[in-house]
């Protein structure tokens, strides 16, 4: 079979296609053909060598993705041939609250990743699709949808009169913004991009701020909810946008923190507008199995489709990671096997 690799340089440029035996699924596991899968940012992180300096190589990257059963192993019955099936991010992480002994089975780093015709997972780390998917969408769930569904349900709890901030037009921003939505919840989101703003409002936003133009789009929040401020706000920028979170949360409100794309480190961090607004600061990372089959029943009951920005080939897999680099899409770049 054919899958890509990281061998021990890192950057995407140094990625290779390689070949590799069809793995053998042993006990209790699975063995799929993969259809496709998603990229997110830590898969770039990951190539780049930004997580880990001392990643053990060869390492097949990309966390998400969407196959078919091809084989099972004895003693493996929570499956069928031909069940279409998704590994979660975190293999070890079922229900629950996470331990720190979770991390060590993440998909794509420390662990073989999906971008491979094949891969051979352990049954409970696998879920069914919804069947009215298609594959590329399908493949968009593991991290961006679940990390939404995290944030916005299980943690969030957010309910109908509520106002979200949703930053950016990512996977996980497009996933909040349409979870939110299904809740009953006003969704403000922030782009540098009036076109993404327009097309964020045809999923269902209610306002837009491009944040390039009003860099104190936090004022604009406290504007459009009378003073107030946000109940939620899903903070993806990190550096540049915690503290303005913070400045356009309500008292008691919650930022669920998911991502760090401007920064990871908050210097100048505003303690005091914190006190003062009670806020309540959420790290999020992915979820669980449990949390993974509830968004599905979600999205099955009420038809909601995840937003696909561009589909690659396989073979141009290197192109699909430059694509993801520039930062210009709007919902999930997938790559079709």
Same mark, same amino acid.
């Given at each position: 079979?054919?899958?890509? /690799?990281?061998?021990?340089?890192?950057?995407?440029? #140094?990625?290779?296609?390689? /070949?590799?035996?069809?793995?053998?699924?042993?006990?209790?596991?699975?063995?799929?053909?993969?259809? %496709?899968?998603?990229?997110?940012?830590?898969?770039?992180?990951?190539?780049?060598?930004?997580?880990?300096?001392?990643?053990?190589?060869?390492?097949?990257?990309?966390?998400?993705?969407?196959?078919?059963?091809? %084989?099972?192993?004895?003693?493996?019955?929570?499956?069928?041939?031909?069940?279409?099936?998704?590994?979660?991010?975190?293999?070890?992480?079922?229900?629950?609250?996470?331990?720190?002994?979770?991390?060590?089975?993440?998909?794509?780093?420390?662990?073989?990743?999906?971008?491979?015709?094949?891969?051979?997972?352990?049954?409970?780390?696998?879920?069914?699709?919804?069947?009215?998917?298609?594959?590329?969408?399908?493949?968009?769930?593991?991290?961006?949808?679940?990390?939404?569904?995290? %944030?916005?349900?299980?943690?969030?709890?957010?309910?109908?009169?509520?106002?979200?901030?949703? #930053?950016?037009?990512?996977?996980?921003?497009?996933?909040?913004?349409?979870?939110?939505?299904?809740?009953?919840?006003?969704?403000?989101?922030?782009?540098?991009?009036?076109?993404?703003?327009?097309?964020?409002?045809?999923?269902?936003?209610?306002?837009?701020?491009?944040?390039? #133009?009003?860099?104190?789009?936090?004022?604009?929040?406290?504007?459009?909810?009378?003073?107030?401020?946000?109940?939620?706000?899903?903070?993806?920028?990190?550096?540049?946008?915690?503290?303005?979170?913070?400045?356009?949360?309500?008292?008691?409100?919650?930022?669920?923190?998911?991502?760090?794309?401007?920064?990871? #480190?908050?210097?100048?961090?505003?303690?005091?507008?914190?006190?003062?607004?009670?806020?309540?600061?959420?790290?999020?990372?992915?979820?669980?199995?449990?949390?993974?089959?509830?968004?599905?029943?979600?999205?099955?009951?009420?038809?909601?489709?995840?937003?696909?920005?561009?589909?690659?080939?396989?073979?141009?897999?290197?192109?699909?990671?430059?694509?993801?680099?520039?930062?210009?899409?709007?919902?999930?770049?997938?790559?079709?096997?």
């Amino acid at each position: 079979m054919k899958v890509y /690799e990281i061998q021990g340089a890192f950057g995407i440029d #140094q990625l290779k296609e390689v /070949e590799r035996p069809i793995p053998v699924p042993g006990p209790g596991e699975v063995c799929i053909k993969m259809r %496709a899968v998603s990229l997110n940012s830590r898969d770039l992180g990951v190539i780049d060598g930004f997580y880990n300096p001392d990643l053990k190589a060869p390492l097949i990257p990309v966390s998400d993705g969407v196959g078919e059963v091809a %084989a099972l192993g004895e003693g493996a019955t929570r499956f069928k041939l031909g069940d279409r099936v998704s590994g979660i991010f975190t293999q070890s992480w079922i229900s629950g609250e996470a331990t720190r002994d979770n991390w060590v089975s993440a998909l794509g780093s420390p662990l073989d990743g999906l971008l491979a015709e094949y891969a051979v997972l352990p049954e409970k780390g696998l879920v069914r699709v919804p069947d009215h998917l298609t594959d590329e969408e399908a493949a968009a769930l593991p991290c961006a949808g679940v990390t939404a569904w995290h %944030a916005i349900v299980e943690e969030g709890k957010v309910k109908a009169g509520d106002t979200v901030v949703v #930053q950016g037009t990512g996977g996980v921003s497009l996933f909040a913004l349409q979870f939110a939505k299904l809740h009953g919840a006003t969704v403000i989101i922030t782009s540098s991009s009036d076109e993404k703003l327009k097309r964020a409002k045809e999923l269902g936003a209610d306002f837009g701020i491009n944040y390039k #133009q009003t860099p104190e789009w936090d004022q604009i929040v406290l504007e459009l909810t009378d003073g107030r401020g946000a109940d939620h706000i899903v903070d993806l920028g990190g550096s540049a946008t915690l503290n303005k979170s913070i400045s356009a949360l309500r008292v008691g409100g919650q930022i669920s923190m998911v991502g760090g794309l401007s920064g990871y #480190q908050v210097d100048g961090f505003a303690i005091i507008p914190a006190i003062l607004r009670r806020a309540r600061l959420q790290a999020i990372n992915v979820g669980s199995r449990d949390m993974f089959e509830s968004m599905n029943l979600a999205i099955r009951q009420n038809g909601l489709r995840p937003v696909i920005d561009r589909v690659f080939p396989f073979e141009r897999t290197v192109e699909a990671l430059q694509y993801l680099a520039e930062g210009s899409y709007f919902g999930k770049i997938c790559i079709k096997f």
